[in-house]
Every structure is written in C-alpha cells, then in structure tokens.
C-alpha cells in the first residue's frame, strides 16, 4: 500500500489550463524535501501535467530508490558504471556512492568496466565476421577473460558485482551482444535473476524505456532457446505467446 506522501498531489487540468503558482510550488517543494532536489523536467510536470508529476514521484521511488535485490553499495557500483557509460552526471548517485562506502578501489573498477562496455563493439565484430579465422580464441570468453583481468587484485569488487554492473551497462547501451554475454555470465556465476532484473532496470531511468525493452527481448530469446538455465518463473514469461508487441498487417499499395 502506498505511503500517504505518495497520494496524488494534483487536481485535473485540461483544456489548456495550468496549475497555479502556489499549486506548482507546492509541488516541487514537497518532491525537493523528500529527495533533496529537483530537476528541470518537473517544473512542466508541475505546471501543465500534474497526473504526469504524481506518476513520476511514484516510479522514480520504486525504481531508483525503494531497496529490492541489489544491497545499497552493490546498487551504487552498478549505477556508476552505467552512469559513466550514459555520460550522465548523476550527482544524486556520486552522493550515494560515497555515502555507503565507495571507495577509490571500487571507483577505478567502474570507469574500467565502464570502458569495457564502450568497446565491446569489437567483440560483436570479431563473433560476426571474423570467429571463423580464430576458432581457438572464442569471442564471448575472450570478452569474459577481459572482465576478469580488470577486476584482479582490486578489493571489494566481486564478480557479481562486476557483472551486475556491465548487464546493467550494456543494457543502456543498447548492446545487444553485450547483453547476451552477460546474461549468460551471471547465470554462469550462479547470480540470482531477480538481481539480474534489478540491474538491468536501473538503465530504464538514464537511457529510457526502449533500452529496458531491448535487453528483455534477449533474455527472452536466451530463455526460449535454452542458452540459460531459467527458473520457472522466468519460464513461464518465455513460453507466454505474442509478445512482440501489436502486430501490424502489411497491406498492399498500389495503383488501382
């Protein structure tokens, strides 16, 4: 059940109508002293779409700050490494970071991965054109073999945490291949999938919706085609029909 703070603020507008001064100001001063700030988006939330700002305090509760599956400084790690990889300042989670704990240890990891990501394009390359030239140097373990040389030796940078980190990054990055690879990886590491989930939705917030959509649509296919140990929860997702969204009839064009 929602917390009372989390009840609607906001009156219907409509037909061109806007919030008033004081209706607007409220508003933003009721999100700044339960987050601590505000940002630019929310001032035409505020004013012209209320039910909009209603629905973003609560999505922006569940998904960013409401503790799930991730422990707090785990969830920090992975927003720093997708952060670095959106180019997004993401001041509010620096402060986070530092306040669990981060150190400098953890930090030189994120912007390693964080590279990782961004030049994993060539392993996509290498798997698409030129695997059949080096059979003995598997594209896939060649990129896994990398993750593991840029974590040797830093403390309190797991595995998991590594690759929680680089799902959630490829993820924003729309890199499918890089999705691919890591979702099997974390299976491979025995890391729980609502883990998985968890960091792989974190990306929805600096890179949008379609990102999320994406890599969903890889686990699905990684599930369906049993390249990944499932459980039957995520099972029963992959075996539900139609989910490709709707479906459009191509029609004919032509001279009559």
Same mark, same amino acid.
């Given at each position: 059940m929602a917390s009372s703070t989390?009840?609607?603020?906001?009156?219907?507008?409509?037909?061109?109508?806007? #919030?008033?001064?004081?209706?607007?100001?409220?508003?933003?001063?009721e999100f700044r002293a339960r987050r601590g700030y505000v940002n630019p988006q929310q001032g035409p939330m505020a004013a012209a779409l209320p039910a909009v700002f209603?629905?973003?305090?609560?999505?922006?509760? #569940?998904? +960013?700050?409401?503790?799930?599956?991730?422990?707090?400084?785990?969830?920090e790690f992975v927003w720093l490494v997708l952060l670095c990889v959106a180019s997004e300042m993401g001041s509010h989670h620096l402060k986070l970071f530092f306040e669990h704990g981060g150190t400098d240890a953890q930090a030189r990891a994120a912007f390693r991965l964080a590279a990782w990501v961004n030049g994993a394009g060539a392993f996509t390359f290498v798997e698409q054109n030129w695997q059949p030239f080096f059979p003995r140097v598997p594209a896939q373990q060649a990129y896994l073999d990398?993750?593991? $040389?840029?974590?040797?030796?830093?403390e309190g940078v797991t595995p998991q945490w590594a690759h929680l980190a680089?799902?959630?990054a490829h993820s924003g990055a729309k890199s499918k291949w890089g +999705? #691919? &690879?890591?979702?099997?990886?974390?299976? *491979?590491?025995?890391?729980?999938? $609502?883990s998985m989930a968890e960091a792989m939705s974190v990306a929805l917030w600096p890179c949008g919706?379609?990102?999320?959509?994406? &890599?969903a649509g890889v686990w699905l296919e990684l599930v369906r085609s049993g390249r990944v140990n499932a459980s039957p929860q995520f099972q029963a997702w #992959? $075996?539900?029909?139609?989910?490709?969204?709707?479906?459009? *009839?191509?029609? $004919?064009?032509?001279?009559?």
């Open positions: 989390d009840q609607p603020l906001s009156r219907p507008l409509t037909g061109g109508q806007l #919030a008033t001064p004081a209706e607007l100001t409220a508003r933003l001063d209603d629905g973003y305090r609560v999505f922006y509760k #569940a998904l +960013v700050l409401d503790e799930k599956h991730l422990a707090p400084l785990e969830k990398g993750v593991d $040389a840029l974590i040797a030796g830093l680089l799902l959630s +999705v #691919a &690879a890591e979702l099997q990886a974390c299976y *491979g590491l025995g890391i729980p999938e $609502a919706a379609n990102a999320f959509h994406d &890599a #992959a $075996a539900m029909p139609s989910q490709d969204g709707l479906e459009l *009839g191509v029609r $004919a064009c032509g001279n009559d």
